[in-house]
């Protein structure tokens, strides 16, 4: 049996209340010694220097293997010099090969844009990845969403262009799931056959539009949570926790 947490947007922003929710998150992630811990973007709230420091800070020291992927908020140049230690503007495609599975993490940032995309570039890096490593079980993880979710707010800013990740997934039947951050809503559902889960935020919730009249759809007081994606048998099974 394999564990990944996966802990989404935790918007580090300078902010005591940001930089104690992830704390918590991580602390509580790292305590179940997962196989490996995966964060799908929205690492800092601005894209700056010193709010990757902080990440930088909150990842350390750590012996739980860890992938990362930019979000919307997030500034590739600044990400991977703080974070990867290496220069360069260009997407931050990360894979992760351990023992049973490979996760393989696709920057589908826009700089600039709420909104995502997968590049040819990151296509075919993906698909390069998956060919690397047939019969393993495979997750697939990206910031944005590739499908609508029901709440209006993040639908619009979700993955354009999901044909080509669907066509990729397509060529390689061992990816097994589709993991996702940026809707802060821990949901499940599905993309191209596959199951499509998305993480809690660790900073916010986004509601569904019968839950609230507020604009944004946020409730900023829920607890952080997030989502243990247990692989046994060639099946995955996804647990959602609020963090103690
Ligand atoms: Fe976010």
């Known amino acids: 049996m394999l564990v990944l947490a996966h802990v989404s947007d935790i918007h580090i922003d300078g902010s005591e209340r940001n930089t104690s929710r992830a704390a918590r998150a991580l602390t ?31 990842i350390a020291g750590d012996d739980v293997p860890l992938v990362l992927c930019p979000g919307n908020h ?10 990867l230690e290496q220069d360069g503007d260009h ?3 990360q894979a992760l090969n351990l023992d049973h599975a490979t ?23 993906l698909d390069s990845v998956l060919a690397a490593t047939p019969g393993v079980p495979a ?16 639908d619009g800013i979700r993955l354009g ?6 066509e990729v997934l397509g060529r390689h039947p061992h990816a097994i799931a589709v993991l996702a951050g940026h809707a802060h809503t821990a949901a499940a559902t599905t993309f191209a056959g596959l199951p499509l889960l998305v993480a809690p935020g660790v900073v916010s919730t ?8 507020a604009h944004p759809p946020v409730d900023r007081d ?23």
């Open 161 to 166: 262009r999901p044909e080509g990740l669907a």
């Open 206 to 213: 986004a509601l569904l539009p019968s839950e609230t009249s």
């Open 139 to 154: 997750f697939v993880g990206m910031h944005h969403p590739p499908v609508a979710l029901g709440i209006p707010y993040v």
């Open 28 to 58: 509580y992630a790292r305590s179940l010694r997962p196989d490996a811990i995966v964060l799908t973007g929205d690492l800092a709230d601005h894209g700056t220097t010193e709010e990757y420091e902080t990440v930088r800070e909150l």
């Open 103 to 125: 996760i393989a993490l696709c920057d589908s940032s826009i700089p600039g844009r709420p909104e995502g995309a997968l590049d040819d570039d990151t296509l075919a890096w």
């Open 74 to 83: 997030d500034a590739r140049g600044d990400l991977r010099k703080v974070l």
């Open 222 to 244: 829920l607890p952080p949570a997030i989502a243990l994606h247990v692989l046994d048998d060639g099946r995955v099974t996804t647990h959602f926790r609020p963090v103690p």
């Open 91 to 93: 997407p931050v495609n």
